[in-house]
């Protein structure tokens, strides 16, 4: 892969707001995915933000052969004996919605069982607005033990040094 040229506003007071990721090798999946993971009392602050906009959570699983769209933003048709379309983006829901759901503590509750039964399966938890019926908001609640595409956000990055001087602390590269 090619570098990335070198970017500059010359006002930078942070050589990491500056950089080009890599887009390859980079597997993200929602919101905070890009983080650490998520402690029980992260997870459940993030479920109370859920709960106070009145958004249904409903935890999903997959494994990590079928959690990813495949391509770069292109999906990749699995074909299998599942009936119907399937594209990597839409994973096995663990139980049903939590709706009345009240109390972060019952979500962590579940994601604790699903994370008992599925170890080696991506978890996250996903809030729907059951008057849009849309999701409007998802995050990564659980990485298998045996996932290597978490990178630091310096080996994210696509060029050694995005303005110059020190772009994030080493690395280069992808990340993935």
């Known amino acids: 892969l090619n570098k990335a040229p070198v970017v500059s506003t010359g006002k930078a007071a ?7 990721w890599q887009p390859h090798g980079n597997k993200f999946f929602e919101t905070f995915s890009f983080l650490p993971p998520l402690s029980d009392q992260e997870i459940a602050r993030q479920v109370q933000y859920l709960l106070n906009n009145g958004w249904t959570p409903c935890i999903e699983f997959e494994s990590a052969e079928k959690a990813y769209c495949d391509s770069h933003g292109w999906t990749g048709i699995d074909y299998n004996v599942n009936a119907g379309y399937y594209d990597n983006r839409y994973w096995v829901m663990w139980k049903l919605p939590m709706y009345g759901c009240t109390n972060p503590e019952e979500v962590l509750q579940e994601v604790r069982a699903c994370t008992r039964a599925f170890p080696e399966c991506f978890i ?15 995050f990564l609640a659980h990485r298998p033990t ?14 050694d040094s995005q303005m110059g001087g020190g772009g994030g602390g080493g690395g280069g590269g992808g990340g993935g």
Not at 14 to 20: D, I, K, L, R
Not at 149 to 156: D, E, G, I, S, W
């Open 146 to 159: 045996n996932d290597r595409t978490f990178a630091a956000v310096n080996a994210r990055q696509a060029g």
């Open 124 to 138: 996250r938890v996903a809030g729907f607005d059951n008057i849009k019926q849309v999701q409007c908001s998802s």
């Open 14 to 20: 942070n050589t990491n707001s500056m950089m080009v």
